[in-house]
């Protein structure tokens, strides 16, 4: 039985600039973060799982329906430096070699330690910055571009993971 409970709301977040959250802001479930990161290589298009905090196992996953919306494949915004916006990332992040596309059309997962055997690096975020939630006045990727050209990002929001 797969574990979703990380997912939930990080996929709730990718999906946040439909107002899906201003919807959420009269609801007593927590509001989504908005998080800015970056990876070692461009892993944009690969599906994102969670791993325990010694990176052994997936404690975390999408099913192949969660990786695709009526608009296409949830990736994350590309924002300026290389930074990237939320894409169902966490510290303990790890990415599978498949892409959202491939993943969305397996008609059954394979058993975990198989999907561990997929992933193709278990440490890709360099940086990792939680800015809140929206509702705290986060409220678009300009001002997060903004932040960053001025070299403010580290400073407005917390840092996670600090990267070079």
């Known amino acids: 039985m797969r574990k979703l409970a990380v997912f939930p709301v990080i ?3 990718l999906f946040s600039r439909s107002g899906s959250v201003s919807a959420q802001k009269h609801s007593s479930m927590a509001l989504p973060h908005v998080l800015v990161y970056k990876t070692r290589k461009n892993y944009r298009n690969n599906v994102p799982v969670m791993l325990s905090e010694n990176k052994t196992k997936i404690i975390s996953y999408p099913g192949p329906g969660d990786v695709v919306t009526g608009s296409g494949y949830p990736l994350p915004v590309i924002l300026h430096k290389g930074y990237l916006l939320n894409g169902g990332v966490g510290e303990n992040t790890a990415f599978l070699k498949y892409t959202y596309e491939q993943y969305s ?7 975990l330690d198989q999907l561990y055997k997929m992933i193709i690096d278990r440490d890709p975020i360099t940086t990792l910055c939680d800015c809140g939630t929206r509702q705290d006045g986060v409220n678009s990727e300009k001002q997060l571009n903004e932040w960053i050209d001025k070299n403010r ?3 407005k929001c917390k840092v ?5």
Do not use: A, S, V
């Open 160 to 164: 996670i993971k600090k990267g070079h």
């Open 153 to 155: 990002l580290k400073k």
């Open 11 to 13: 996929f709730l977040l």
């Open 105 to 111: 059309k397996l008609r059954e997962l394979p058993p």
